[in-house]
């Protein structure tokens, strides 16, 4: 069975650094793309930073963090890292792991997702 287990995440005050980290648990044959969304009270999930696999390492990032947030892949692992400084207090959500992978060359791609974690931004 694949999990996404992230960890990392906190409060931090505005303008310091957090760092999280999303390892996929369990046995992978491919990967499409590992990605960090968010959630604040009240609002649509939305993407914040995306790794693809497929596309030679490309990165894409949300208008609101780009420049502040980096996603990264740790190369021994099927885990990204997401680094982020200059943190603002709208940046405060539930960030979510995502990622689009197969377990076998005969089963189709699907979406998996972790369970969350908080990142509190004060002012």
Not at 86 to 92: A, F, G, S
Request: glycine share 10%.
């Amino acid at each position: 069975q694949v999990q996404l287990v992230e960890s990392g995440g906190g409060l931090v005050q505005t303008g310091g650094s957090l760092s999280l980290t999303c390892e996929v648990s369990g046995s992978v044959f491919d990967m499409w793309h590992m990605a960090w969304y968010r959630q604040a009270p009240g609002k649509e999930r939305e993407l914040v930073a995306l790794f693809d696999f497929g596309s030679s390492g490309v990165h894409k990032y949300a208008d609101s963090v780009q420049g502040r947030f980096t996603i990264s892949r740790d190369g021994s692992k099927n885990a990204v890292h997401l680094q982020m400084t200059n943190l603002k207090p709208e940046d405060t959500a539930v960030y979510y792991c995502n990622s689009k992978l197969r377990r076998s060359s005969s089963t189709n791609w699907s979406l998996y997702w972790g369970q969350g974690t908080q990142v509190t931004v004060s002012s």
